[in-house]
């Protein structure tokens, strides 16, 4: 891998302070190549494990937009939209479900998320990412602070991208069950949305449940001076006796860690500014202003909107989750084969096309008392489906795994905090705006989307450099051979050598 080589051949000669720790010298710096693995079974359990957190995160992303859509649970909390609802039932109408109340409810379970990630640095740093995790099976938002970091950190450097990738499919797989069970409580009247609403307890308690057997991955062991548990650790989920290279790599990281007693400050220093502005506010921002999690959120009360039936919608958004679930698995064979910035960037040319055409469609052929073509609706799916193709391999994955493995020691609780904290914080907003710009926008809310993407494909195209197969403890090198992100680096090498 050409960016693995780069750092290889990047040569420093004297020892210099990097992040409030020392950096290593050359020779320490090539320890990468020394690293040896195995696919062990103790590894494997440890990481389906470890994304069973995404299934609870995917639940409830899956589970809230399709209650929304139910006339029973709309005549129990929101009898005057069921009412419009019913009045214009047989018209298509771009603000059939705008109001602000009901969206609360889907984005009011983010902004609670956004709350408790401010705890959730302490958790992972005092107590360790496993701990976080059991936290999480019983307040989901925690853990989803750790199952990223969690991975990323189990992964040997060269497969990190397919592991990390476990969160992602199993977070698709939480929407798209949570889309089948909404498809069958619907018909349970008058009480089925209660029963997808309770069915959250199974993903969480076999979180919990597993969680309790879950191995501390050896980076936290490192940072919490548990040494000998972190070398057997080490040697289990590597499965060869053969760590010393790797281990030490952790130890010194853990060096530079310790001398950081603010890590949120430190995050903010001039020196971290690439992770800054490309793992904790960009990327995860990015991910949100696609508007994928719109379709996701609403993909039923939006299929509806487009004069779809009330099953049919339900059988709509959940082809559209099927192909989530596609996007998730064929991302887990490309992360580590195309890398990261291929596939944000390839994805980002398609998005933005899909986006104009459904666009440009709907200004022409839908609204104002226009009925949709069912033939055209149809076409209207497959779009949607190709759209959800592409950012569950791209965007999807890409914005947890790039943040989770670009972050030194030092900052990568906090870091991941505020990563989750972004992420969250634009899921609520999105939520709670795009019922009302459906509305007031109508197809102009695709097309504005379709912006955002573009705009999101350019912040790849310049700021992020390739992250694959680069051992996690020496990502922050690439900031050096960056021609933006090395000038932050460079400045702050100039100061600690005068």
């Not at 109340?101 to 408790?116: C, E, K, V």
Request: with cysteine; charged share 15%; aromatic share 12%.
């Amino acid at each position: 891998d050409q960016s693995y080589k780069d750092i290889c051949s990047y040569r420093i000669t004297t020892c210099t302070t990097m992040a409030g720790g020392v950096l290593a010298d050359e020779g320490a710096l090539k320890r990468a190549h020394l690293y040896e693995h195995r696919i062990t079974a103790y590894f494997i359990f440890a990481c389906i494990v470890g994304s069973l957190g995404g299934s609870l995160f995917g639940y409830d992303l899956g589970v809230s937009g399709g209650v929304t859509s139910m006339d029973d649970f709309l005549i129990e909390f929101f009898p005057g939209i069921y009412k419009r609802k019913q009045k214009h039932m047989h018209e298509t109408d771009y603000c059939k479900y705008d109001n602000q109340i009901l969206t609360l409810f889907t984005s009011s379970l983010y902004f609670a998320g956004l709350i408790s990630t401010f705890g959730a640095s302490y958790v992972t740093r005092i107590y360790g990412r496993r701990g976080s995790i059991l936290v999480g099976s019983v307040s989901f938002f925690l853990g989803g602070v750790a199952v990223p970091l969690y991975l990323s950190e189990m992964a040997p450097a060269k497969i990190r991208g397919t592991v990390n990738q476990l969160f992602q499919l199993t977070t698709c797989i939480g929407i798209l069950v949570a889309n089948l069970i909404n498809y069958k409580t619907d018909q349970i009247h008058p009480w089925g949305w209660r029963l997808s609403l309770g069915l959250a307890v199974v993903p969480a308690t076999l979180m919990f449940i597993g969680g309790l057997f879950l191995p501390e991955t050896p980076n936290s062991l490192v940072e919490q001076g548990k040494l000998e548990e972190a070398k057997a650790v080490l040697i289990k989920v590597r499965g060869t006796n053969n760590i010393e290279a790797e281990f030490q790599d952790l130890v010194e990281a853990s060096e530079a860690a310790r001398a950081v007693k603010n890590p949120f400050r430190n995050l903010f220093a001039r020196r971290n500014r690439p992770q800054l502005v490309i793992g904790a506010i960009g990327l995860p921002a990015f991910q949100q202003l696609t508007g994928m999690n719109s379709i996701l959120f609403y993909a039923p009360v939006m299929f509806q909107s487009l004069g779809f039936g009330g099953s049919a919608s339900l059988i709509s958004s959940t082809m559209t989750n099927a192909a989530l679930v596609i996007a998730a698995i064929m991302s887990m064979y490309s992360a580590d084969k195309f890398g990261r910035r291929f596939l944000l960037l390839e994805a980002s040319v398609e998005m933005f096309c899909y986006m104009v055409v459904v666009g440009v469609t709907l200004a022409l052929k839908f609204g104002e008392g226009k009925e949709l073509p069912k033939s055209l609706g149809l076409v209207l799916v497959i779009l949607i489906c190709l759209f959800v193709l592409a950012y569950g391999r791209s965007w999807g994955p890409m914005g947890w795994l790039v943040p989770s493995e670009i972050f030194p020691l030092e900052t990568r609780s906090a870091g991941q905090s505020v990563v989750v904290c972004v992420n969250l914080f634009f899921t609520a907003l999105i939520a709670q705006c795009f019922l009302v710009s459906l509305c007031h926008l109508k197809y102009g809310i695709f097309l504005l989307f379709a912006g955002l993407v573009f705009g999101m494909g350019s912040f790849v195209y310049f700021l992020l450099p390739e992250t694959k197969q680069v051992p996690i403890e020496e990502v922050y090198l690439l900031w050096r051979q960056h021609w933006l992100w090395k000038r932050y680096v460079e400045d702050h090498d100039e100061k600690t050598d005068q």
